[in-house]
């Protein structure tokens, strides 16, 4: 039995949409109080909206993950709504497709800027205030492209997935003495509004990829998330989850086939 995370305080990048929203409803309903980002305002307030009512508060506030100033202020806001900050979730990201020979400095800068110093940037703000919970706990969301598969047209968007989980690994060691520990979900591919973005063929390929034979939920990633911020997962730290429904595992189509 796990203990309540009732009145624990969280921050969650990207929470206005798919994932992160997916991750703040899951935390939410296990009494934790939410505090979520995104750009865009309107997505931001929506977001707030559907998640109200449950055990825990969900508000927002608009911030943009590539400015540490921005940063600094998401963490600020928690710390004065909730009087403390125990969980950051680093989930916001974007993933546009550019093959290699396509790519332009800003279309590297912009994919690096949000996935990987993005990360970077909310944990170095969350730092002392998840010093001082005693309790910190940080989950990353990175991919299983990047870490464990190839996308054509997705070369900059895996490099700063696995840039992800290189930080994790000294990021661990540097906040294990404080009692933080920081681990990373690796998504396969849920169904999220960027990836209805994707197309629908494109959402048939994956899901014919994929042993459990459907796309993953928001849901199956907030479970995940959650197990990463209880008191039992404090002795796990610098580690990585793949919740893909077993996708990275089949060796050919024709393995898929065959089960
Ligand atoms: P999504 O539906 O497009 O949502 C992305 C969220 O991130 C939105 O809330 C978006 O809000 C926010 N965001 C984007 N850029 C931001 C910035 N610079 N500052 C602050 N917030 C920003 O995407 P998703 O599918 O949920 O993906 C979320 C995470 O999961 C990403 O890190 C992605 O790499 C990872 N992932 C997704 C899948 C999948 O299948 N969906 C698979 C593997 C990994 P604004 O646009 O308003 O800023």
């Not at 798919?18 to 703040?24: L, N, R, T, V």
């Not at 690796?186 to 994956?206: A, F, H, R, S």
């Not at 014919?208 to 199956?220: E, K």
Request: proline content about 3%.
């Amino acid at each position: 039995m796990f203990n309540s995370l009732q009145g624990r305080s969280a921050v969650v990048t990207g929470g206005s949409k798919g994932i992160g929203k997916g991750i703040a409803a899951t935390f939410a309903a296990a009494g934790v109080d939410v505090v979520i980002t995104g750009r865009n305002q309107a997505d931001v307030d929506a977001a707030v909206a559907e998640l109200s009512g449950k055990s825990g508060t969900v508000t927002g506030v608009a911030a943009d993950v590539t400015s540490p100033e921005d940063c600094r202020r998401v963490v600020a806001t928690a710390v004065e709504r909730h009087g403390a900050l125990d969980i950051v979730c680093a989930n916001a990201g974007i993933f546009p497709s550019g093959r290699i020979e396509d790519l332009t400095p800003e279309d590297i800068e912009e994919v690096i800027g949000v996935n990987f110093k993005g990360t970077v940037y909310i944990v170095q703000a969350a730092l002392s205030a998840l010093t001082d919970s005693g309790h910190g706990r940080i989950v990353v969301t990175s991919s299983i492209t990047g870490p464990f598969t190839g996308y054509p047209g997705w070369s900059h968007y895996g490099a700063s997935k696995a840039a992800q989980l290189g930080f994790i690994r000294t990021a661990a060691m540097e906040l294990a003495p404080k009692n933080i520990t920081i681990n990373a979900v690796l998504p396969g591919n849920i169904i999220t509004e960027g990836l209805v973005d994707m197309g629908q063929e494109y959402m048939d390929q994956m899901t014919a990829a994929v042993p459990a034979g459907r796309l993953g939920t928001v849901a199956d990633i907030g479970n995940a998330a959650l197990f990463f911020a209880t008191d039992e997962a404090g002795y796990i730290t610098g580690q990585s989850l793949v919740v893909d429904g077993g996708q990275i595992l089949p060796e050919s189509q024709a393995a898929i086939a065959e089960q």
